[in-house]
C-alpha cells in the first residue's frame, strides 16, 4: 500500500506532496482508496461533504467503531501525515482478519477531505461541514489563491457541492473514532515509545493581517517619502517571534502574499497569515493580541493601514477520559499521554463523538516537510496498536 500511495503528488524537485484538494493528485489518492476498500469487499461510499468511507459491516446498525484520517497535504508535505493513519487502517483491518477476530460492531475506515486547509485556507474542512462547525454559505465563500471557489472545484472534481453540510445522522451512527497519526513533535522519541495517546489539542487559529501601503518606483521613492507596508509586515513577523517567546507558545507568519509582487516596486499590498497556538486558550488571546498591538502600532509609525481577520480557531480540545482509559487499558496501560499542537480531524468531531488518536514515533520531530520520516519497525507498532485497540472496542 505504502509504495503504491507514494509517488501521488509528489514534487519531484523538492521531494514533498502537493495533495491538495480537488486537484487531480487529490483524485488519484481517492481512486486509492476506493480501491483499497474494494480490494477487502468493503462498503465503499462518500458521503454528502466528499468525505470517503469503507464500511465493514452495516453502515446502518449504528454504534460503528471508525478508523482513519487523511490522504491531503501542505505544500510541500511529507508523505506521513495523514497517509500514515489511512494506510496503517487498512493493515490494521487486515491484521485483525489474520487473526480470525470476530468483529461485532460496525468497523469503518475514513478518508475526510481537505484536512490541511492548503488550497481554500480553512483547515478540516470535510470534518467541519460534517460535524456543522462549517456551514454551507461559509464554505461556498472560501477561494483559492487562483480565485477559485470551493464550490466550482468540488463540481470540477465531479461531486455536488450544493448537498454539503451538517451530517448529524452520519456521526450519530458513531459509536467511537480513533485517528492514528504520526506524531508531529519529539516526544516519544525523547522517552523511548514506540507509540503514545493523545490527551489534548491545543487551541489554535489562523489570522490574516492585511498592511495596505502604497506602491511606488523603488529607485526614485525616497525612504522618508514611503507608505512601505513590506516593512510594518517584517516588524510584525518580529512581534509574533517574541511575543510567543515570552508566553512559552508558537507563533508563525508562513504564507504571504505581496501586491503587485515586482522586484523594482514598493508593496501596496503585504497579506501575511498568522498561525498561533498555545496550551490554554488565555495565553493564546495573550499572544494574539500582543501581535495585533505590535502591528497596530507599526502600521501607524509607517503610514500603513491595517485589517485582522481570524480565518479559522479552534478552542482547546481534550480528548475524553473514558474513551482514552480504555484505550490505554487495551494497550497495557502503561502508554504515554501526550498533548499536541497540531490539529486533527479526531478533534473536530469530538465535539459530537466519543474520539481518541494515537501518535507513532517521529524520530525528528520533523513534519509538513520532505524530511518528516518515521521507521518502518515504530510505523508496525502503530498498526499493531490500533489493530488491538479496534478488535477491544468492535469486538465485545
Given at each position: 500500500?505504502?509504495?503504491?500511495?507514494?509517488?501521488?503528488?509528489?514534487?519531484?524537485?523538492?521531494?514533498?506532496?502537493?495533495?491538495?484538494?480537488?486537484?487531480?493528485?487529490?483524485?488519484?489518492?481517492?481512486?486509492?482508496?476506493?480501491a483499497q476498500a474494494e480490494a477487502r469487499s468493503l462498503t465503499y461510499e462518500v458521503?454528502?461533504?466528499?468525505?470517503?468511507?469503507?464500511?465493514?459491516?452495516?453502515?446502518?446498525?449504528?454504534?460503528?467503531?471508525?478508523?482513519?484520517?487523511?490522504?491531503?497535504?501542505?505544500?510541500?508535505?511529507?508523505?506521513?501525515?495523514?497517509?500514515?493513519?489511512?494506510?496503517?487502517?487498512?493493515?490494521?483491518?487486515?491484521?485483525?482478519?489474520?487473526?480470525?477476530?470476530?468483529?461485532?460492531?460496525?468497523?469503518?475506515?475514513?478518508?475526510?477531505?481537505?484536512?490541511?486547509?492548503?488550497?481554500?485556507?480553512?483547515?478540516?474542512?470535510?470534518?467541519?461541514?460534517?460535524?456543522?462547525?462549517?456551514?454551507?454559505?461559509?464554505?461556498?465563500?472560501?477561494?483559492?489563491?487562483?480565485?477559485?471557489?470551493?464550490?466550482?472545484?468540488?463540481?470540477?472534481?465531479?461531486?455536488?457541492?450544493?448537498?454539503?453540510?451538517?451530517?448529524?445522522?452520519?456521526?450519530?451512527?458513531?459509536?467511537?473514532?480513533?485517528?492514528?497519526?504520526?506524531?508531529?513533535?519529539?516526544?516519544?522519541?525523547?522517552?523511548?515509545?514506540?507509540?503514545?495517546?493523545?490527551?489534548?489539542?491545543?487551541?489554535?487559529?489562523?489570522?490574516?493581517?492585511?498592511?495596505?501601503?502604497?506602491?511606488?518606483?523603488?529607485?526614485?521613492?525616497?525612504?522618508?517619502?514611503?507608505?512601505?507596508p513590506m516593512l510594518t509586515y517584517a516588524a510584525t513577523v518580529l512581534a509574533a517571534?517574541?511575543?510567543?517567546?515570552?508566553?512559552?507558545?508558537?507563533?508563525?507568519?508562513?504564507?504571504?502574499?505581496?501586491?503587485?509582487?515586482?522586484?523594482?516596486?514598493?508593496?501596496?499590498?503585504?497579506?501575511?497569515?498568522?498561525?498561533?497556538?498555545?496550551?490554554?486558550?488565555?495565553?493564546?488571546?495573550?499572544?494574539?493580541?500582543?501581535?495585533?498591538?505590535?502591528?497596530?502600532?507599526?502600521?501607524?509609525?509607517?503610514?500603513?493601514?491595517?485589517?485582522?481577520?481570524?480565518?479559522?480557531?479552534?478552542?482547546?480540545?481534550?480528548?475524553?477520559?473514558?474513551?482514552?482509559?480504555?484505550?490505554?487499558?487495551?494497550?497495557?496501560?502503561?502508554?504515554?499521554?501526550?498533548?499536541?499542537?497540531?490539529?486533527?480531524?479526531?478533534?473536530?468531531?469530538?465535539a459530537a463523538v466519543p474520539t481518541a488518536m494515537l501518535f507513532v514515533r517521529n524520530?525528528?520531530?520533523?513534519?509538513?516537510?520532505?524530511?518528516?520520516?518515521?521507521?518502518?519497525?515504530?510505523?508496525?507498532?502503530?498498526?499493531?496498536?490500533?489493530?488491538?485497540?479496534?478488535?477491544?472496542?468492535?469486538?465485545?
Amino acid at each position: 500500500m505504502w509504495a503504491e500511495l507514494r509517488p501521488v503528488g509528489r514534487d519531484s524537485g523538492t521531494g514533498g506532496y502537493r495533495r491538495f484538494a480537488w486537484t487531480g493528485a487529490d483524485a488519484d489518492c481517492r481512486a486509492w482508496f476506493r480501491a483499497q476498500a474494494e480490494a477487502r469487499s468493503l462498503t465503499y461510499e462518500v458521503d454528502r461533504n466528499g468525505n470517503q468511507w469503507a464500511w465493514l459491516g452495516d453502515p446502518l446498525a449504528g454504534d460503528a467503531v471508525v478508523t482513519g484520517s487523511h490522504l491531503d497535504s501542505v505544500p510541500d508535505g511529507g508523505a506521513f501525515d495523514g497517509p500514515l493513519g489511512v494506510v496503517s487502517s487498512f493493515a490494521a483491518l487486515d491484521e485483525l482478519r489474520r487473526r480470525g477476530t470476530e468483529i461485532t460492531r460496525p468497523l469503518a475506515i475514513t478518508n475526510f477531505g481537505d484536512e490541511e486547509g492548503a488550497r481554500f485556507g480553512l483547515a478540516c474542512v470535510g470534518s467541519r461541514l460534517a460535524a456543522g462547525q462549517l456551514t454551507k454559505e461559509k464554505a461556498f465563500a472560501l477561494r483559492d489563491g487562483d480565485g477559485v471557489g470551493l464550490p466550482q472545484a468540488m463540481e470540477a472534481a465531479g461531486y455536488d457541492p450544493e448537498a454539503i453540510g451538517a451530517d448529524p445522522e452520519r456521526l450519530a451512527r458513531i459509536g467511537a473514532f480513533v485517528e492514528l497519526h504520526v506524531e508531529q513533535g519529539r516526544a516519544l522519541d525523547l522517552t523511548g515509545d514506540r507509540v503514545g495517546i493523545a490527551s489534548a489539542i491545543w487551541p489554535h487559529g489562523r489570522w490574516r493581517f492585511d498592511f495596505r501601503g502604497e506602491a511606488n518606483h523603488a529607485g526614485t521613492t525616497r525612504l522618508v517619502d514611503r507608505r512601505d507596508p513590506m516593512l510594518t509586515y517584517a516588524a510584525t513577523v518580529l512581534a509574533a517571534r517574541t511575543e510567543a517567546a515570552l508566553a512559552g507558545a508558537v507563533a508563525t507568519f508562513g504564507k504571504i502574499a505581496v501586491e503587485p509582487n515586482g522586484v523594482n516596486a514598493i508593496p501596496s499590498l503585504v497579506r501575511g497569515w498568522l498561525d498561533s497556538r498555545a496550551a490554554d486558550q488565555a495565553t493564546l488571546d495573550t499572544v494574539v493580541t500582543a501581535v495585533e498591538k505590535a502591528a497596530q502600532e507599526h502600521a501607524a509609525r509607517d503610514g500603513v493601514d491595517l485589517a485582522v481577520v481570524r480565518e479559522s480557531f479552534t478552542p482547546e480540545i481534550e480528548f475524553g477520559h473514558a474513551l482514552r482509559d480504555e484505550i490505554n487499558r487495551i494497550l497495557g496501560g502503561s502508554v504515554p499521554v501526550l498533548g499536541t499542537g497540531a490539529g486533527h480531524d479526531a478533534g473536530i468531531l469530538s465535539a459530537a463523538v466519543p474520539t481518541a488518536m494515537l501518535f507513532v514515533r517521529n524520530p525528528t520531530g520533523v513534519s509538513h516537510s520532505p524530511a518528516e520520516s518515521a521507521e518502518e519497525d515504530d510505523c508496525v507498532a502503530g498498526v499493531l496498536a490500533l489493530a488491538d485497540v479496534l478488535e477491544g472496542l468492535a469486538c465485545r
